[in-house]
C-alpha cells in the first residue's frame, strides 16, 4: 500500500495561513520521499478534509511550497512532492559542508564547555549496534547532531540558511543512513568532531566536518541509482524522471 502524506487536524486560535504552510512543510520533509512506496501526488480535497478547514489556506500553502521547490504544481495533472535530482542532491550537499563547516569553527569559539557537552550526550545514547537497531531514532539523532552544531556557532544567518538546506536534505539522508555500514562511521565520526571541538581546535573540526559530510556525497553519487531504480515509477506518481536520473547511472 502506498504511504501517504499524514497530517493532524488542527484548531484556530493562530495565523491559519502561516500553520497551513507549517504543516505541510513539516509533513512533507518529514516522509521518505524516496521510498518506492511512496504516494507523492496531493489532493487539496483530502488534505482539506483531513484538516478540517477549507482549501483556500491549502492553495495558498501549496503555492508557497511550490516556490521553495518542496512540490510541483502541474496544470491538469495535479500537484506533486518534488523528487531532487542528483546534480541538486549533490549541489545542496556540497553547499552543507561548507555551511557546517564554518559553523563548527564558530563553535569551538563561541560555544561554552556545557553546550559541546551536550553533543557527546547526544552520541552517548547510542552505541553502533544500538544505532542500527534503532535506525529511525538514530536517523533523527543524527539529523539533532548536526542541527546542534548549527546552533552552537551562534550565527543566526549562517543558521536560517543552512536550516532552510537541510529541510531539503532531510529525506536523503535519513535514507543514505540505512545503507551499508554507513552507521557506524557516522557515530565515529560525530565523536571526532566532538573530540575537536572539546579541544577548541578550529581548524580540525572544520575539516572534519565537512569530510563526514562530503563522504555523504561520495556515496550518493557513487549509489544513486538505487535511489533512483527504487523511485523509478516517479511519473506514475506525477514526477517523471528527470534527464539527471536518467543518466546519472553512468
Not at 542500527?132 to 546552533?151: G, K, P, Q, T, V
Amino acid at each position: 500500500m502506498a504511504r501517504s502524506l499524514k497530517l493532524k487536524a488542527v484548531g484556530t486560535n493562530f495565523s491559519l495561513k502561516d500553520h497551513i504552510y507549517e504543516v505541510l512543510k513539516d509533513a512533507i520533509t518529514g516522509m521518505n520521499i524516496y521510498d518506492a512506496d511512496a504516494d507523492l501526488k496531493l489532493e487539496e480535497r483530502k488534505m482539506a478534509e483531513q484538516l478540517g478547514i477549507s482549501r483556500t489556506p491549502i492553495r495558498e500553502a501549496l503555492a508557497r511550497l511550490e516556490q521553495e521547490g518542496f512540490v510541483d504544481i502541474q496544470p491538469r495533472k495535479g500537484i506533486f512532492i518534488k523528487r531532487k535530482s542528483l546534480e541538486e542532491v549533490l549541489e545542496m550537499i556540497t553547499v552543507w559542508a561548507a555551511l557546517e563547516s564554518m559553523a563548527a569553527r564558530l563553535s569551538t569559539e563561541h560555544a561554552s564547555d556545557d553546550e559541546i557537552s551536550s553533543l557527546r550526550r547526544m552520541v552517548a545514547d547510542y552505541t553502533k549496534n544500538e544505532a542500527r537497531e534503532h535506525m529511525d531514532e538514530y536517523s533523527e539523532a543524527n539529523i539533532r547532531f548536526h542541527r546542534r552544531i548549527l546552533e552552537l556557532s551562534k550565527c543566526s544567518m549562517l543558521h536560517s540558511i543552512a536550516d532552510g538546506l537541510f529541510l531539503h536534505m532531510r529525506a536523503i539522508r535519513a535514507r543514505a543512513m540505512a545503507e551499508a555500514d554507513r552507521v557506524s562511521l557516522s557515530v565515529d565520526d560525530h565523536m571526532h568532531i566532538i573530540d575537536a571541538l572539546e579541544k577548541r581546535d578550529g581548524n580540525l573540526a572544520s575539516k572534519l566536518v565537512r569530510e563526514h559530510t562530503m563522504r555523504l556525497h561520495a556515496h550518493i553519487r557513487k549509489n544513486w541509482h538505487e535511489f533512483t531504480d527504487l523511485a523509478a515509477d516517479g511519473g506514475e506518481q506525477g514526477t517523471p524522471p528527470s534527464k539527471s536520473k536518467r543518466k546519472s547511472t553512468g
